[in-house]
């Protein structure tokens, strides 16, 4: 079965860093666009970035030059590395991978939580 399994969410102060893990599994990860969302409290779940097959990125305007996601094809992993972050950063961080219309899988969520 397909599993995504985030990690590397916590609690970190206005302008540290996280860089969050995704490993992915049951699936041929290379085949997939793989994603970050998120869901702050109250809010809708939004896209943060994503990472085509081809390695092409695009982000968030509200994440530009902050985050950068990047995949392993080896390790069926992707990655986001998160600086300076901001307190409007909170939410919970999901993993998405996908591949065409029918194919559509998400991980738990891993909590990222910016306070001072």
């Known amino acids: 079965q397909v599993q995504l399994v985030e990690s590397g969410g916590g609690l970190v102060e206005p302008g540290g860093s996280l860089r969050l893990s995704c490993a992915a599994s049951?699936?041929?990860?290379?085949?997939?666009?793989m994603a970050w969302y998120r869901q702050a409290p109250g809010k809708q779940r939004e896209s943060v970035a994503s990472?085509?097959?081809?390695?092409?990125?695009s982000y968030a305007d509200s994440v530009k030059g902050r985050f950068t996601i990047s995949r392993d094809n080896d390790k069926s992993t992707v990655y986001l590395e998160m600086n300076s972050l901001k307190p409007e950063d909170t939410a919970i961080y999901y993993c998405?991978?996908?591949?065409?219309?029918?194919?559509?899988?998400w991980g738990q969520g891993t909590q990222v939580t910016v306070s001072s």
């Open positions: 049951g699936i041929m990860f290379s085949l997939y666009t």
């Open positions: 998405n991978a996908r591949r065409g219309t029918r194919n559509n899988f």
């Open positions: 990472i085509a097959t081809s390695g092409s990125t």
